[in-house]
């Protein structure tokens, strides 16, 4: 399954969003694009993972039932968890559901992303983005910075 990504450009942020329930994707969408992002949407596994492997997305969003009936049967988290770090450290990954409490540390560490979301707080989802994704940068900073320099040499 070719997909086409040639559409993005280098100040485009891209964001990948990946829901089987179609009012919380048109949220996670809106929010998305409002906070200036440009959205691709996965409809399948496969398709999640054919776009996740052409384009280096800064955000990445994840119901905890995509294509499943249960979080453990949900093969886009489990192909993120199994995942290198190496390949996915460029996205600020998150999952949304109604089994978590958000921004919970160690339930975003058991399911290997950097922040869950409950979606009984979808209404304040832009400014839960930002502080996931800001988080996320500070976290990282110095990982990145020396990256840079050593790829710069």
């Given at each position: 399954?070719?997909?086409?990504?040639?559409?993005?450009?280098?100040?485009?942020?891209?964001?990948?969003?990946?829901?089987?329930?179609p009012?919380?994707l048109?949220i996670?969408?809106?929010?998305?694009?409002?906070?200036?992002?440009?959205?691709?949407?996965?409809?399948?596994?496969?398709?999640f993972?054919?776009?996740?492997?052409?384009?280096?997305?800064?955000?990445?969003?994840v119901?905890?039932?995509?294509?499943?009936?249960?979080?453990?049967e949900?093969?886009?988290?489990?192909?993120?968890?199994?995942?290198?770090?190496?390949?996915?450290?460029?996205?600020?990954?998150?999952?949304?559901?109604?089994?978590?409490?958000?921004?919970?540390?160690?339930?975003?560490?058991?399911?290997?992303?950097?922040?869950?979301?409950?979606?009984?707080?979808?209404?304040?989802?832009?400014?839960?983005?930002e502080?996931?994704?800001?988080?996320?940068?500070?976290?990282?900073?110095?990982?990145?910075?020396?990256?840079?320099?050593?790829?710069?040499?």
């Amino acid at each position: 399954m070719a997909f086409d990504a040639h559409f993005i450009t280098a100040s485009d942020k891209p964001a990948l969003i990946a829901f089987s329930t179609p009012e919380w994707l048109e949220i996670v969408r809106a929010a998305l694009i409002e906070l200036g992002y440009k959205v691709h949407t996965a409809a399948t596994h496969t398709d999640f993972l054919v776009r996740f492997s052409q384009v280096r997305y800064q955000v990445v969003i994840v119901e905890e039932r995509f294509g499943a009936n249960t979080i453990a049967e949900n093969l886009t988290l489990q192909a993120l968890q199994s995942m290198p770090m190496i390949h996915r450290r460029h996205a600020t990954v998150m999952l949304l559901g109604e089994s978590f409490q958000t921004f919970a540390p160690l339930e975003a560490f058991q399911n290997s992303v950097h922040a869950v979301i409950n979606s009984s707080e979808m209404f304040m989802l832009k400014q839960l983005i930002e502080k996931a994704v800001a988080e996320n940068g500070l976290f990282l900073q110095t990982y990145r910075d020396v990256q840079g320099r050593i790829t710069a040499l």
